[in-house]
């Protein structure tokens, strides 16, 4: 239950934080927990926020709930949750939100999100307008990447950010046979599971031809599969190579 003294409370954090446009309001930070987002979802207020910022403020999958259930974030494009604690069964609840049709940046990064809470972002059909797409450090596996690959709603995906997030070269091997994420510029696979045979299974991708930078340094792919990489003709666009 939201008491009175928390309506006010979070009333006056929105002023600190809401930019004069009133399309931005940036709440990384704020420790405001599970409650700060019951309380801002209770507000009577109308938001037109373009861009939500709940970083860092040791929400789990209580507070995830609140957001993804309440109607005040129709016109929201650019949604940042990352630090948090949401879980699988925070994460699970995304797609009921009603604001993901125009969301075109989604960050998750370290929320604890495993494989089930991952398979429910990347099966969701809601998320056809989503360019960036950021899971970094869950331990989300290969089979969510895999399914990623072959899901349409994804199209549009131009930054994909996979770092440690226990991907190896089996989900590496059909990211790179993806027809679905050929518009994909930035990748980040570091610091996952990856050796010479991933490398190698990039180095031949027919799809993945308009990525720009590629991140895998603290990865066993070795000088073998630096020069793989480096000698492909899929990654003639190819700009940064970040490799150890």
Same mark, same amino acid.
């Given at each position: ?5 928390k309506l006010e409370y979070i009333n006056r954090v929105i002023d600190e934080c809401l930019s004069e ?49 309440? /109607?005040? &974030?129709? =016109? $929201?494009?650019? *949604?940042? +949750? ?6 699988? !069964?925070? @994460? %699970?609840? #995304? ?56 899901? /349409?709603? &994804?199209? =549009? $995906?131009?930054? *994909?950010? +996979? ?6 070269? !089996?989900? @590496? %091997?059909? #990211? ?58 899929? &990654?003639? =666009? $190819?700009?940064? *190579?970040?490799?150890?």
């Amino acid at each position: 239950m939201v008491t009175a003294t928390k309506l006010e409370y979070i009333n006056r954090v929105i002023d600190e934080c809401l930019s004069e446009d009133g399309e931005a309001l940036e709440l990384n930070g704020k420790f405001i927990g599970d409650e700060g987002v019951e309380a801002l979802v209770s507000t009577n207020r109308n938001f037109d926020v373009e861009n939500l910022d709940l970083s860092k403020n040791k929400l789990t999958w209580r507070g995830a709930h609140h957001l993804f259930h309440s /109607q005040q &974030f129709k =016109n $929201l494009k650019r *949604l940042y +949750l990352g630090d948090n604690n949401i879980s699988d !069964k925070g @994460i %699970k609840a #995304l797609p009921d939100a009603n604001f993901l049709e125009n969301l075109s940046l989604l960050d998750l990064r370290y929320n604890n999100i495993g494989e089930g809470g991952a398979m429910a972002v990347v099966q969701c059909e809601k998320l056809r307008k989503l360019q960036i797409l950021i899971f970094q450090e869950n331990p989300i596996g290969d089979n969510p990447v895999i399914a990623l690959a072959t899901a /349409q709603a &994804f199209a =549009n $995906l131009r930054k *994909l950010n +996979l770092y440690r997030t226990d991907l190896s070269a !089996k989900g @590496i %091997k059909i #990211l790179a046979k993806s027809k679905v994420l050929q518009r994909v510029k930035h990748l980040n696979l570091a610091r996952n599971y990856l050796n010479l045979d991933s490398a190698q299974y990039l180095a031949k991708t027919k799809t993945l031809v308009n990525i720009e930078t590629l991140l895998m340094f603290d990865t066993q792919i070795g000088d073998a599969g630096v020069k793989v990489i480096m000698d492909s003709e899929a &990654f003639q =666009n $190819l700009k940064t *190579l970040k490799v150890t």
